[in-house]
Nanobody
């Protein structure tokens, strides 16, 4: 089993910054994809940013130029640096991994428990 533990959420003023972290533990052969999703009250969960095992990244249009995703493969950790935060960035943020557990296993999807980000003055 693989567990994801997130940290770094909180309350920040508009224009401020936060850095989210997510670390995986358990039986892991490789992590093919790491991503951050968010879900605001009354809205669907949406992809914020993702990064592949090769380092390719993609971002939602709403966060391009403000958020940066990065990964530390040795630590099974993904980061989301969020700058110039806006009230509309307020949401629960979830990390999402696509994990190969063994050399012969399929890819499994895992989710973190979520961390709340509130942008308000």
């Amino acid at each position: 089993q693989v567990q994801l533990v997130e940290s770094g959420g909180g309350l920040v003023q508009p224009g401020g910054s936060l850095r989210l972290s997510c670390t995986a533990s358990g039986s892991i052969f490789s992590i093919n994809f790491m991503g951050w999703y968010r879900q605001a009250p009354g809205k669907q969960r949406e992809l914020v940013a993702g990064i592949t095992i090769g380092g390719s990244t993609n971002y939602a249009d709403s966060v391009k130029g403000r958020f940066t995703i990065s990964r530390d493969n040795a630590k099974n950790t993904v980061y989301l640096q969020m700058n110039s935060l806006k009230p509309e960035d307020t949401a629960d943020y979830y990390c999402h991994y696509l994990v190969v557990v063994t050399t012969t296993s399929p890819t499994f999807a895992f989710w973190g428990q979520g961390t709340q980000v509130t942008v308000s003055s």
